[in-house]
């Protein structure tokens, strides 16, 4: 790692309605000699950043472009359907995607859910972003199935939305250049993975390891009781001498 790598901030991206509190949190007790900065992006912007180097790791919501990026999945978001409060989908809790049929079915650039086809009726347009999608709906026209935290993000007073049953779910992951595994990488993948300060890969790499191997206090010299020779050498000797006592030896009872 150079100077000028070790002197600046860890910088992390991150797409609309993911949270990164937790890990910042953990990285701020952990790794207290390199700060870390959050970098907003769009989605579609994500990848680009970390190929650009603008950023050191990005979470974001899959799928993307891949090529010369290394991915861990982290987790799912539930989809819903952002409708109008007075819409007839807010008389029940979740709904099924045949529900959608009548419906026209907004499908924003910038929301990466995969579907088979489409539900409902496809608008002539696709909205650019979600937060012109989510508009549209508020203006009455159509509605638009996003990750439940992008409809958190963008809530509206006069906005609701319902969970969609078999409706495909966006994964959010954790990606950063091949090329620049660093690290301080490691060490934020430690920190999502939940390993702990004291795990071999999650521990602050400007930080020296604490090993089992310290300096040990020398052992004392043998005791004579200890470097006696074996019983048999002194039986051998006594059967040489006739079974007498050396002076001064210890009388048999």
Same mark, same amino acid.
């Given at each position: *790692?150079?100077? =000028? ?9 991150? @797409? $609309? ?39 050191? +790791? ?19 978001? #539930? ?15 979740? #709904? ?8 026209? @079915? ?7 859910? @995969?579907?088979? *086809? ?14 012109? =999608? ?13 990750? *439940? ?13 319902? $969970? ?27 920190? @999502?993975?939940?390993?702990? +300060? ?10 020296? $390891? ?44």
């Amino acid at each position: *790692m150079t100077e =000028a790598t070790a002197s600046r901030p860890f910088r992390l991206a991150y @797409v $609309p309605g993911v949270t990164p509190a937790k890990w910042v949190r953990i990285w701020g007790e952990r790794v207290t000699d390199t700060p870390l900065e959050l970098v907003a992006v769009d989605a579609v912007d994500a990848p680009t950043a970390l190929r650009e180097d603008r950023a050191d +790791a990005a979470l974001l919501r899959l799928p993307i472009d891949r090529d010369g990026l290394s991915v861990i999945p982290l987790y799912e978001e #539930i989809p819903v359907v952002v409708v109008p409060k007075d819409h007839v989908f807010t008389a029940t809790d979740e #709904i099924a995607l045949s529900d959608l049929a009548d419906e026209l @079915v907004l499908d924003p650039l910038d929301v990466p859910l @995969v579907w088979d *086809m489409l539900p409902g009726r496809a608008a002539l347009d696709r909205p650019a972003t979600t937060a012109e =999608a989510i508009e549209l709906v508020a203006a009455g026209v159509g509605v638009v199935v996003v990750p *439940m935290s992008l409809a958190r993000l963008h809530h509206r007073k006069d906005l609701t939305y319902r $969970p969609v049953a078999a409706a495909p779910e966006s994964r959010v992951a954790l990606s950063w250049a091949e090329e620049r595994t660093t690290d301080l990488v490691d060490e934020f993948i430690g920190i @999502v993975r939940g390993r702990t +300060a004291n795990s071999s890969r999650g521990r602050n790499p400007h930080e020296t $390891p604490k090993t089992k191997t310290q300096t040990r206090t020398p052992s004392a010299p043998r005791s004579a009781a200890k470097t006696s020779k074996p019983r048999g050498q002194e039986a051998r000797r006594s059967a040489k001498s006739g079974g007498k006592s050396k002076p001064g030896g210890r009388k048999r009872r």
